[in-house]
């Protein structure tokens, strides 16, 4: 698959890596000016003046995680309403559709998770992302990425020790895409299984030792990545 590829979230953190580390990809960066997500007709006048091939949303409403609690309205607009907005217009056009997931889809208890297990969200980001992948699903030409990421260096100065994910860094995804773009369905994306603190500390030998005793966060947030694995080969 060749071609131009239009970027929903242009002024987003991976976004911003994206566009600093990307050699392959062809691609065109979209922040809010540029484009409405609310609006059908914002989207019609974007894909009829670039012509995409492909459109990768990465739009939607992340952190603060406490948003998606105290501003459901804004949680639900960004990342169902204007997932579904974009889905409508790939299937008009015929474009391509990869949507940026979470791994906070599934229920996060008991880890290792396939794309093929049960969904159960356990809180309301997972919820409304999960909603998005409901729109992106009922089209087939497309592509979701359940992704476990963050920022480099890691933000945080503590890490979980009973906590087990599969983060990676927004680099990690740079270097992946090209060999991910031509596929469809789900693909769980994300980095070698460790608890927060081994991965915080390997790029802050300082990173302090912390316990989650929240429990209203699971802490086998692991996804199984075999399906990816196969890919990068």
Same mark, same amino acid.
């Given at each position: 698959?060749?071609?131009?590829?239009?970027? +929903?979230? %242009? #002024?987003?953190?991976? @976004?911003?890596?994206? /566009?600093?580390? !990307?050699?392959?990809?062809?691609? $065109?960066?979209?922040?809010?000016?540029?484009?409405?997500?609310?609006?059908?007709?914002?989207?019609?006048?974007?894909?009829?003046?670039?012509?995409?091939?492909?459109?990768?949303?990465?739009?939607?409403?992340?952190?603060?995680?406490?948003?998606?609690?105290?501003?459901?309205?804004?949680?639900?607009?960004?990342?169902?309403?204007?997932?579904?907005?974009?889905?409508?217009?790939?299937?008009?056009?015929?474009?391509?559709?990869?949507?940026?997931?979470?791994?906070?889809?599934?229920?996060? +208890?008991? %880890? #290792?998770?396939?794309? @093929?297990?049960?969904? /159960?969200?356990? !809180?309301?980001?997972?919820?409304? $992302?999960?909603?998005?992948?409901?729109?992106?699903?009922?089209?087939?030409?497309?592509?979701?990425?359940?992704?476990?990421?963050?920022?480099?260096?890691?933000?945080?100065?503590?890490?979980?020790?009973?906590?087990?994910?599969?983060?990676?860094?927004?680099?990690?995804?740079?270097?992946?895409?090209?060999?991910?773009?031509?596929?469809?369905?789900?693909?769980?994306?994300?980095?070698?299984?460790?608890?927060?603190?081994?991965?915080?500390?390997?790029?802050?030998?300082?990173?302090?030792?912390?316990?989650?005793?929240?429990?209203?966060?699971?802490?086998?947030?692991?996804? !199984?990545?075999?399906?990816?694995? $196969?890919?990068?080969?």
């Amino acid at each position: 698959m060749s071609g131009l590829i239009l970027v +929903t979230g %242009g #002024n987003g953190r991976f @976004s911003k890596v994206l /566009k600093s580390k !990307n050699k392959i990809l062809q691609l $065109k960066f979209l922040n809010k000016k540029d484009l409405n997500i609310l609006s059908i007709r914002s989207i019609e006048k974007v894909v009829n003046r670039y012509k995409p091939r492909t459109i990768l949303h990465c739009a939607g409403l992340s952190r603060p995680m406490s948003m998606h609690d105290t501003d459901i309205s804004k949680s639900i607009n960004l990342n169902i309403i204007g997932t579904a907005n974009v889905v409508k217009v790939c299937l008009k056009y015929n474009i391509k559709i990869i949507y940026f997931s979470t791994g906070y889809v599934y229920e996060c +208890t008991k %880890g #290792n998770y396939k794309e @093929s297990d049960a969904v /159960k969200p356990f !809180n309301n980001y997972g919820l409304s $992302k999960l909603a998005g992948e409901c729109s992106v699903q009922m089209y087939k030409n497309s592509l979701i990425l359940r992704i476990t990421m963050t920022e480099k260096p890691f933000i945080h100065k503590k890490g979980y020790t009973n906590l087990y994910s599969n983060y990676m860094y927004h680099e990690d995804l740079v270097k992946m895409l090209p060999r991910l773009i031509h596929k469809f369905g789900i693909i769980n994306v994300g980095g070698k299984l460790r608890s927060v603190y081994n991965f915080g500390k390997l790029n802050n030998k300082k990173m302090l030792k912390i316990k989650c005793i929240d429990k209203n966060i699971p802490l086998k947030q692991t996804m !199984n990545l075999d399906k990816l694995k $196969k890919i990068l080969k």
